[in-house]
C-alpha cells in the first residue's frame, strides 16, 4: 500500500515538529516506540494536528489514484447475507428514548443473538443508506449509516462471533457494499483467545459477539494527510455511538474495550499491524438479568 507523498515543504514541517517535541525515539528504529514512552505533547499533537493548510502535499493534489474503498474478498471464501434492512425487527424505540436509555453492559447472558440483531447493529454502524450514482469519471458513491471524512470510510468491521444463531463460532468481516459477512476462519476458542488479548476482561468471554473496528489510514491519508489521524479517530467514536444506540433500541447491551493487546487483537484478525491494525472493540450481547 502505497504512502501518500511527502513534499520538501511537508518533511521540514515534520522535522520541526520532532526538534520542537523532543520526542524520545526508541534505540532501534525498526521497533516503534511504544505509546507510554513518548511525551505526552506528542500524543495530543494527534488530536490537535497543526496550524495552516489542513491537506499539504497529499496524494490527492499529486494525481495519485485513490486506494480501494474496500479490502478484497478471496474468490473461494464463504459469504453469507445478511437480513436485509427492509425486513428489520429490531430497534423500534425512538432516538431520545435510546440516548436516555443508554448504558454501557459489562453483564451477558449465554443466550444467543439473532443473526437479524447482528445485522441490524452491523447496518447502523456502517451499513450504506444511499448511492448516489457516478458518471463516466466517477464511481457510484455508497454513503453509510455513520459519517466519514471526506467520505473515504477507512474502518474495517471484523467480528468476533461466539453465540450468534446459525452461525460457527470464528471471526468474520463485514462487507457494507453486499451487505454480507466474509468468513475469515472458525475458531471455537475465538472467546477464550480474545480475552486474554483483551487482558482477562471477564465480560469479553461471555459476549455473544464482538465487533472489531480495524483502520487502513492510507485511504484518508491520501486525501487528507497529517489531519487523516485525528479524523480516523474521531470516525470510531461515531461509529461506536450507533452501536450503543442501536443495541439499546434492540434490547441488547453493549461495552466500548479500549483495553486490549495491540499485537495480539492483529493477528486474531489477521492483519499486518501497519498498513491496517485494530483501533476501536466492542462487546455486545444480552444484558444478564440484574446485573450491568
Same mark, same amino acid.
Given at each position: 500500500m502505497r504512502p501518500f507523498n511527502l513534499g520538501r515543504k511537508t518533511l521540514i514541517l515534520a522535522a520541526a515538529t520532532l526538534l520542537l517535541t523532543?520526542?524520545?525515539?526508541?534505540?532501534?528504529?525498526? %521497533?516503534?516506540?511504544?505509546?507510554?514512552?513518548?511525551? =505526552?505533547?506528542?500524543?495530543?499533537?494527534?488530536?490537535?494536528?497543526?496550524?495552516?493548510?489542513?491537506?499539504?502535499?497529499?496524494?490527492?493534489?499529486?494525481? =495519485?489514484?485513490?486506494?480501494?474503498? *474496500?479490502?478484497? =474478498?478471496?474468490?473461494?471464501?464463504?459469504r453469507i447475507s445478511l437480513v436485509p434492512p427492509e425486513k428489520f425487527h429490531a430497534g423500534d424505540m425512538d432516538v431520545q428514548k435510546a440516548i436516555a436509555s443508554r448504558r454501557s453492559v459489562r453483564a451477558f447472558s449465554q443466550d444467543p443473538i439473532t443473526l437479524g440483531e447482528l445485522s441490524f447493529l452491523l447496518w447502523a454502524t456502517q451499513g450504506v443508506t444511499a448511492?448516489?450514482? *457516478?458518471?463516466? %469519471?466517477?464511481?457510484?458513491?455508497?454513503?453509510r449509516a455513520a459519517p466519514s471524512a471526506g467520505g473515504r470510510y477507512p474502518l474495517e468491521t471484523y467480528i468476533a462471533i461466539r453465540a450468534v444463531e446459525g452461525i460457527d463460532q470464528g471471526i468474520y468481516r463485514y462487507l457494507p457494499n453486499t451487505h454480507q459477512l466474509h468468513l475469515v476462519r472458525r475458531d471455537s476458542d475465538i472467546s477464550a483467545g480474545l480475552q486474554k488479548a483483551c487482558y482477562g476482561t471477564p465480560f469479553v468471554a461471555d459476549a455473544a459477539a464482538v465487533l472489531i473496528w480495524s483502520a487502513i489510514p492510507y485511504r484518508t491519508e491520501w486525501k487528507y494527510t497529517y489531519t487523516s489521524h485525528r479524523m480516523i479517530a474521531m470516525e470510531a467514536g461515531h461509529v461506536c455511538q450507533n452501536l450503543y444506540l442501536a443495541a439499546t433500541s434492540a434490547g441488547l447491551g453493549a461495552c466500548a474495550l479500549c483495553s486490549y493487546h495491540q499485537s495480539s487483537v492483529d493477528g486474531l484478525i489477521g492483519v499486518d499491524g501497519q498498513n491496517?491494525?485494530?483501533?476501536?472493540?466492542?462487546? =455486545? *450481547?444480552?444484558?444478564?438479568?440484574g446485573k450491568k
Open positions: 523532543s520526542c524520545e525515539r526508541a534505540k532501534d528504529d525498526s %521497533t516503534p516506540p511504544e505509546l507510554n514512552k513518548m511525551p =505526552v505533547a506528542q500524543l495530543r499533537a494527534m488530536l490537535k494536528g497543526f496550524d495552516g493548510d489542513c491537506r499539504p502535499d497529499s496524494d490527492k493534489e499529486h494525481g =495519485v489514484p485513490p486506494p480501494p474503498a *474496500g479490502k478484497p =474478498v478471496p474468490s473461494d471464501a464463504q448511492e448516489i450514482a *457516478g458518471d463516466e %469519471t466517477h464511481e457510484p458513491m455508497r454513503l491496517e491494525f485494530a483501533i476501536y472493540l466492542a462487546c =455486545v *450481547g444480552r444484558p444478564s438479568e
